[in-house]
Every structure is written in structure tokens, then in C-alpha cells.
Nanobody, 122 residues
Framework: QVQLVESGGGLVQAGGSLRLSCATSGRTFSEYRTAWFRQPPGKERVFVAR????????AYADFVKGRFTISRDNANNTVYLQMNSLKPEDTGVYYCAAGRSASSRTGDYDYWGQGTQVTVSS
């Protein structure tokens, strides 16, 4: 089993940056693909980015390409999401997830963190 704990969220002005971290526990973390999703207020949870076990295969949602960077450190069981050039529409709760499929669908991920709030002011 994998447990995920997000951190790094907060309030930032438009154009600013944040780095989210997802600390994981469990000896099998390196066997899982990991992803970030976000849920804007009153909306459904949507895919943001995912990364393979090795870290070499990465995918992003179109609306974050060029601004966000996902990475992972298997030695420290941590996944990161560097977010630059933030926009008010990036506001939402950001969730870390782990699963075995290269997927953008929430249902394909087996483990989820509790989420961290990101608020971008205009």
C-alpha cells in the first residue's frame, strides 16, 4: 500500500510560483506511476501531469504545458510539481495520486493524498 501526503500549497499572486511536494510511504513507491490532479472550486477533479516509475515518461495537460514541471525522487519517495507563471484559473485543491496505468483518468489511480490548496490571486 502507498500513502501520499501533499504539501506546499498556499496563496500566491498571479505570475508567481509554488512547488508542491508529495511525500509517499511504502516500499513499493517506485513501482507506481504518479500524477497530479486538481479540483477547482465547484468543479470536477482534472488531470494536471503524470510521470512514469523511471521518471523518463511525462505527460501534461495542455493548460499547464510550459508552466508546470513534474518530477520524482525515488530515493526519497517524493514527487514534485513545480508551478510557474501561475494564473487565477490554477486555483484549486491539488491532489497527488499513484497507480499502475499511464492514464489521465481519476479512476485509474489507486491511491490519493488528502490534497493541498493552491490559491492564485489576480
Amino acid at each position: 500500500q502507498v500513502q501520499l501526503v501533499e504539501s506546499g500549497g498556499g496563496l500566491v499572486q498571479a505570475g508567481g510560483s509554488l512547488r508542491l511536494s508529495c511525500a509517499t510511504s511504502g516500499r513499493t513507491f517506485s513501482e507506481y506511476r504518479t500524477a497530479w490532479f486538481r479540483q477547482p472550486p465547484g468543479k470536477e477533479r482534472v488531470f494536471v501531469a503524470r510521470i512514469s516509475m523511471s521518471g523518463y515518461s511525462i505527460a501534461y495537460a495542455d493548460f499547464v504545458k510550459g508552466r508546470f514541471t513534474i518530477s520524482r525522487d525515488n530515493a526519497n519517495n517524493t514527487v514534485y510539481l513545480q508551478m510557474n507563471s501561475l494564473k487565477p484559473e490554477d486555483t484549486g485543491v491539488y491532489y497527488c495520486a499513484a497507480g499502475r496505468s499511464a492514464s489521465s483518468r481519476t479512476g485509474d489511480y489507486d491511491y490519493w493524498g488528502q490534497g493541498t490548496q493552491v490559491t492564485v490571486s489576480s
